[in-house]
């Protein structure tokens, strides 16, 4: 079972096969819903399981590529203090 908040590729059925990629929503025995961010808004699309053909869980960022992440913020952090340190000759 794919946990609400994950996110999700759903595909379906209907000709053309439709995509939708975005967030898993609240689950009922009908169908469930995406939410789905644009322009920096999120919305909302109810889907029926009788809809649906696939629906396959994405997975996030990799454990490394977020240490890669923290390594960098924490580099930028010191740098910039480096910078400020050396600024006000302290």
Same mark, same amino acid.
């Given at each position: 079972? !794919?946990?609400a908040g994950?996110? +999700?590729e759903v595909k379906l059925k209907q000709k053309g096969s439709s995509t939708i990629r975005g967030r898993l929503g609240a689950i009922t025995d009908e169908g469930f819903e995406?939410? !789905?961010?644009k322009s920096g808004? +999120?919305?909302?699309e109810k889907v029926a399981f009788t809809e649906v053909k696939s629906v396959k869980a994405k997975p996030g960022?990799?454990?490394v590529t977020k240490a890669f992440?923290?390594?960098g913020v924490g580099v930028l952090v010191l740098l910039v203090i480096g910078v400020?340190?050396?600024a006000t000759g302290s």
């Open positions: 079972m !794919i946990p994950s996110a +999700v995406i939410q !789905i961010a808004k +999120v919305s909302s960022m990799s454990f992440i923290a390594t400020i340190v050396a």
